[in-house]
């Protein structure tokens, strides 16, 4: 079945950063386009970042374009979101998501904490 697991969440100081990890697991991971939410306390799930199933034209949100970069490697069937210059906004637990067939699938979150 289809499964996600995300890793590479924790505590950074303001400025800091960490690099989030999403391995895949059944279905054909190559040619889906893998996507990355955060929720934070309080707030509705949000969109962060988007990648096509052949990687070029990525997608973000305006409040981290320039500071978040995803990427993936297909032949790892792995998503990966690096995440610089954080901000204790961006404190929030990240999802990794795929549409497989018109069924959502999602990871069970890691937790990133931005604070000093």
């Known amino acids: 079945q289809v499964r996600l697991v995300e890793s590479g969440g924790g505590l950074v100081q303001p400025g800091g950063s960490l690099r989030l990890s999403c391995v895949a697991s059944g279905f054909t991971f190559s040619t889906y386009t893998m996507r990355w939410y955060r929720q934070a306390p309080g707030n509705e799930r949000e969109l962060v970042a988007a990648?096509?199933?052949?990687?070029?034209?990525?997608t973000y949100a305006d409040s981290v374009k320039g500071r978040f970069a995803i990427s993936r490697d297909n032949a790892k069937n792995m998503v990966y979101l690096q995440m610089n210059s954080l901000t204790p906004e961006d404190t929030a637990v990240y999802y990794c998501r795929v549409n497989v067939r018109g069924i959502f699938y999602w990871g069970q979150g890691t937790q990133v904490t931005v604070s000093s």
């Open positions: 990648i096509p199933s052949a990687g070029g034209s990525t």
